[in-house]
Structure formats: C-alpha cells, structure tokens
C-alpha cells in the first residue's frame, strides 16, 4: 500500500501595514487657525461692509497713509517667515544652535534663527505703533470716524497676533535652551509654532494689499 503523505500548509501571515498618524499636536494647531481665520474673514467682511456704506470717508482719510512706510514694514514681516522656516528646518534637523561663527548664517542652528525672527516681529510691531502715531497726530483715531475705527480694528488685532507670535517664539527658546536634549518635541514646538507665524504673515499680506493698496 502506497504511503500518502499530507502536507501541512503553512499558515499565512498577513502582511505588516505601517500606519502614519499625523501629529494630533499640528492637527490640532491648523484647526485652531481655521477658526482665527474666520476671525478675521469678519474683520474683513466689516471693512468692506463700512467702505460700501461711506465710501466719501474712505477717499478723504486713506490720503493719510504712508504707503512707502507700510511697504518697507510689510518687507520685514514677510522676511520674518523665511527666518522662520529656516529656524525650522534646522530644528528638524535637530541642531538648536550655530555650530560655527556668528557671521555664518549657513551654520546657524534653531535658536539663532529664531532670534532673527523674533527681532524682525518685533522692528513691525515698531513700526505699526509709530505709524499709528503719525496717524493720531492728524487727527485719525479709532474714534474720529467709521474709517479711524475699522483701520485700528483690522491693524490691531493683526499687531495682538503679531505680539502673541513673539511671546510663542520666547517660549520656544526657553523650551531649547532648558531641554537636555534637543528632540522631536522641541522641533514640533518649532514647527507648530512657524504654522502660526506664516498664517500672521499672510493675513498681513491681505491686510496690506486691502487697507493700503485699494483706496
């Protein structure tokens, strides 16, 4: 009698599936932007709503404006966000500080280039206050007119955001310089952090291209 035998199959293992999760902390950080966004959509939706309503007001106070000043400010703001992202590369490359002369930009590391960013915020800031002094100085407060009140509104709350960006940035030097370790929680402060600093930098840009550039 032939011998029959049975081969036993293997079992089958299923195949490995890596799932990547995205980082709750920068979900949580973009949906958090969404909704300033929709703060300033109505910042927006009022300016335009009061121009609509007293369009003479709009062509006897924008004459006011330094168009040249706001253009140069605008400049070192957008700048600030190339600083920026530089910081943050370096950040993911996990390298917090220079690792040669201070006058070798392409060796810097994070903190250094977040200390530029930090400066360049704070010259804007600067200078929104001292234009709005220019401004007082004939005459346009957030009182004189609809014009003053929507002009100090939009700029204001933008320069508050602008200020809660550079308090974001000490916190994220403090956070390197105590770390032990410059690990993946310190690069995603940075990044989380340079999430809201482009979204200012944006928003500016409209803000400019509204307020200043369509009288």
Not at 19 to 25: D, F, G, I, L, T
Request: with cysteine.
């Amino acid at each position: 009698m032939a011998n029959v035998s049975t081969a036993t199959a293997a079992p089958r293992t299923a195949p490995h599936v890596s799932v990547n999760r995205p980082n709750p902390v920068s979900v949580g950080t973009i949906v958090w932007l969404a909704s300033e966004l929709m703060f300033f959509a109505g910042l927006f939706a009022m300016y335009f709503s009061l121009r609509g309503a007293v369009p003479d007001e709009w062509a006897a106070q924008t004459p006011k404006l330094n168009l040249t000043f706001a253009a140069i400010n605008t400049t070192v703001l957008v700048l600030s966000s190339v600083t920026c992202q530089m910081g943050v590369w370096a950040a993911e490359r996990f390298q917090p500080s220079r690792t040669g002369s201070i006058f070798q930009p392409a060796r810097w590391g994070m903190n250094e280039w977040v200390t530029l960013t930090y400066v360049m915020g704070a010259v804007f800031v600067g200078g929104q206050m001292y234009e709005y002094a220019g401004l007082v100085s004939e005459g346009l407060t957030i009182a004189s007119s609809p014009y003053g009140s929507v002009f100090y509104l939009t700029t204001g709350f933008h320069a508050l955001h602008v200020i809660g960006g550079l308090l974001a940035f000490l916190f994220l030097l403090g956070r390197s310089f105590a770390a032990k370790r410059f690990g993946h929680h310190e690069a995603t402060t940075a990044i989380v952090t340079s999430y809201y600093w482009h979204f200012v930098d944006v928003v500016w840009i409209a803000l400019f291209a509204v307020i200043y550039l369509l009288r």
